[in-house]
């Protein structure tokens, strides 16, 4: 158990393709199986005893802290980063770092889950002396995401989408964990995107960014479809969302 692991998680997407779903919510407030996707997200993470969580938040953030409070109801601790701007996903994570603690950190995107074991994945990142390490899922079309190549548990590239590829590979799950002095290295205040720019920078710099290989449940709300999928798959039970038990009604009750 590390009990000292605390979260950030990058909750302040717009979600434009789900636009019909959400009506005026945050992407990550749209109900699955009766619950808010991030509050079966926050439940997940207490499962493994992570007490400590940091909503990094931008669009309608207000819905968000409505809902969530200080976290009480849910047993755990909940704080606020507000951006100023939308900083895109690394200054948002970069804005969010003084609320968090340790040299590592446990950061998520909101709008995505991997069946991934946190205790497991800290473990494999100290082990290899990682700056970074991706949770990596394998699927058996890459078609829809940027691949990751990996060479002995290392990420050595970042391949861009390619629509016409059909092979399967491993894609970025959206699960981090960040030495903390890696965060400190992003420029406060600035739009950047951890995909795009921090990533290869690090990599080109030398850094050293691991991978936790997973072949376990991977779900992305990304389009109306996907968001039909994660529904039905987790009223059929086939989510393990720890500690949550599936409603018949989508809705908040």
């Given amino acids: 158990m590390f009990p000292e692991l605390q979260a950030i998680l990058l909750v302040g997407g717009l979600g434009t393709r789900l636009q019909s779903e959400l009506g005026d919510l945050p992407k990550p407030m749209v109900v699955v199986g009766g619950h808010p996707f991030l509050e079966l997200i926050m439940l997940h993470l207490r499962s493994f005893g992570i007490g400590v969580v940091v909503l990094a938040v931008s669009h309608r953030h207000?819905?968000?802290?409505?809902?969530?409070?200080?976290?009480?109801?849910?047993?755990?601790?909940?704080?606020?980063?507000?951006e100023p701007q939308p900083l895109g996903t690394a200054g948002a994570l970069r804005n969010a770092l003084s609320l968090v603690q340790g040299d590592q950190v446990l950061v998520l995107n909101g709008d995505s889950f991997v069946d991934a074991d946190y205790h497991e994945m800290l473990r494999h990142h100290r082990v290899h002396r990682n700056q970074l390490t991706i949770a990596a899922v394998q699927q058996s079309d890459c078609r829809d995401s940027g691949r990751l190549l990996i060479s002995n548990n290392d990420?050595?590239?970042?391949?861009?989408?390619?629509?016409?590829?059909r092979s399967a590979g491993y894609i970025n799950a959206g699960v981090y964990v960040f030495e903390r002095r890696v965060i400190e290295t992003i420029q406060p205040g600035v739009v950047q995107s951890l995909e795009k720019e921090v990533f290869p920078s690090l990599l080109s710099r030398g850094g050293r960014i691991g991978a936790y290989c997973t072949e376990r449940y991977f779900a992305d709300l990304g389009t109306p479809e996907r968001l039909r999928q994660v529904r039905a798959d987790f009223l059929d039970g086939r989510i393990p969302f720890r500690g949550v038990a599936p409603v018949s009604e989508d809705s908040h009750g």
């Fill in 155 to 165: 990420v050595v590239a970042f391949l861009e989408k390619d629509t016409f590829d």
């Fill in 62 to 82: 207000e819905s968000i802290e409505e809902y969530f409070g200080n976290g009480a109801s849910l047993g755990i601790s909940v704080a606020y980063s507000r």
